[in-house]
């Protein structure tokens, strides 16, 4: 099958999840034997730019708006690619201000898939829809309406993102981790400190905040733990005055943003996974949990026991003999599991077991490219409404 694969709203390669995810799929594709075009904006750091592509063709593209609202109105330039490719289907991944690839889709006449990973329909707390209540047509809704309409099949992360009328045509597919590249490292020793990792992009619903106290505590108490935290964002700067006020700034490194390539090596040194979310924090969530966090396949596929908030569908994706759950937000429960964890090093070593297991079993990006080409056959089987 020849894909044509659109993420004009984002950068790729790069360090962002999103980015992340969008080459990786596209590299496990092409390892399946499908030739693969990605187009999307290229990187602005170097750095990025040096992955092994699998055989994924990029496409950078050349037209980026000044205003992110008038993306769509670049799609010549993919109808252009297009056309040079012939591809069997065009695959966009959803933003709000995309379309280029489904406006291709509907001038040559393919079939398109759209992948959505963000809410395609309003929810709480948008701004942009918040600004599209105060018009009379509305047009972010009726530009979402479109894009919607022009796919034959939907793959997304949870069902919440899309509207309950197109769920009998969603595939749920989560994210995924590559395995070859993510690989356990030394397990956790009898004595000594217990290495723990932080992966964020430092968003208030991170809960890296109530990390940094909860695990300014612990060593408080007593347990020898350290903790190298990874990436950048708005609550760095408050993370790093709460490791300081809880007296545990000298136990933490915060690292800051790095190459994606570089992350399998920091999380091999380490024992134990940490992903404490506060969904409260972010009011999209509202509509239900449909996050798939990256960062808990890579801790999983790096052997590490994994703790992270206690949402159910967290749950589904990780067993306790892998994962320990706490409360959202309860920053005295945090602190006791990380205490406890200190305590039970044979438990630490089973978990980092179980979870590898997990993710060479059920979550490589091979597998989710073999539920995505299915959604794809479907969708070039299916008729157009």
């Known amino acids: ?20 995810h969008a080459l990786e799929l596209c590299r496990a594709l092409s390892r399946a034997g499908h030739e693969v075009h990605l187009t999307s904006l290229p990187p602005d750091n170097p750095a990025d730019a040096a992955v092994d592509l699998d055989g994924v063709q990029l496409h ?14 670049h799609w010549r330039e993919v109808k252009r690619l297009a056309g040079q490719i012939g591809p069997d289907i065009i695959v966009e991944r959803f933003y709000t201000f995309g379309g280029r690839g489904l406006i291709a889709a509907s001038q040559l006449g393919l079939p398109a898939v759209l992948e959505v990973n963000s809410p395609a329909m309003p929810y709480p707390g948008s701004l942009r829809d918040r600004l599209d209540a105060l018009t009379l047509i509305k047009p972010i809704h009726r530009w979402r309406q479109w894009m919607l309409g022009q796919a034959r099949r939907y793959y997304a992360t949870s069902e919440l993102l899309l509207p309950a009328h197109l769920h009998d045509r969603t595939t749920v597919i989560v994210n995924g981790v590559d395995c070859r590249l993510f690989q356990p490292g030394e397990p956790a020793p009898d004595d000594g400190p217990l290495r723990l990792v932080h992966v964020s992009s430092f968003r208030a619903w ?12 612990a060593v408080q108490d007593g347990a020898d733990l350290e903790m190298v935290c990874l990436g950048d964002g708005p609550e760095l700067q408050r993370a790093k005055r709460a490791a300081a006020a809880a007296g545990a700034g000298d136990r933490i490194q915060f690292k800051g943003a790095i190459p994606h390539a570089d992350v399998p090596g ?15 924090q972010f009011r999209a969530l509202e509509l239900g949990w449909f996050w798939s966090p990256i960062k808990l396949f890579e801790y999983m596929a790096s052997g590490l026991a994994v703790i992270t908030a ?16 706490y409360p959202p937000g309860d920053v005295d429960a945090l602190m006791t599991m990380l205490t406890a964890l200190h305590e039970v090093r044979p438990a630490v070593r089973a978990m980092g077991e179980t979870a ?7 979550f490589t990006w091979d597998h989710q490219a073999m539920r995505v080409v299915g959604v794809l056959n479907e969708a070039i089987a299916a008729p157009h409404r």
Request: proline content about 7%; aromatic content about 8%; charged content about 20%.
């Open 356 to 362: 590898r297991r997990l993710a060479q079993e059920r």
């Open 60 to 73: 950078p593209l050349r037209t980026r708006p000044l205003i992110e609202q008038f993306d769509m109105f």
């Open 310 to 325: 206690d949402i159910a569908e967290l749950r589904q994706l990780m067993p306790e003999e892998a994962a320990q759950f």
């Open 266 to 280: 920091y999380l091999a040194a380490a024992h134990v996974g940490l992903a404490p979310f506060s969904p409260d």
């Open 1 to 20: 099958m020849r894909i044509l694969y659109v993420a004009s709203g984002m950068q790729i390669p790069g360090s962002h999840g999103g980015s992340v």
């Open 206 to 217: 991170h809960g890296t905040v109530d990390l940094a106290r909860a695990f300014g505590a």
